[in-house]
């Protein structure tokens, strides 16, 4: 992250830009060393991108990944995970949708183990 501020700083610095950007802003005009912009990277950074993929899912023999393909965590008694998390990439749209379909079928899933109809 901290590479990638300097280039975008640099990027700024070239002479195409002169009179459309006069200098950093907020808390970056104060980021002067790398400390300092480590700083500046940690209290202004999040994602927002709807994330997906940190709990990966895999075989359930797999010694690899969170979550077995019934949503169940690896590992732990009666919990699972029933969100994005489980998704292995960003899909083309919004998150939402998929979301609702991993969430219909955790539910089928929980009813089903339970004998609920």
Known sequence: MREAVKGARRFLTASVWTNYVIGPAGGLV??????LLDEYIRKGTFSSAH?????????????FGVVDPDLRVKGVSGLRIVDASVMPFVTCGHTQ????????????????????Q
Request: positive net charge.
């Open 30 to 35: 104060n980021a002067t060393n790398d400390q």
């Open 51 to 63: 994330p997906v993929g940190t709990a990966a899912m895999s075989a359930k023999n797999a010694k």
């Open 97 to 116: 949708a998929p979301v609702y379909i991993i969430a219909e079928r955790a539910a089928d899933l929980i009813k089903g183990m339970w004998k609920i």
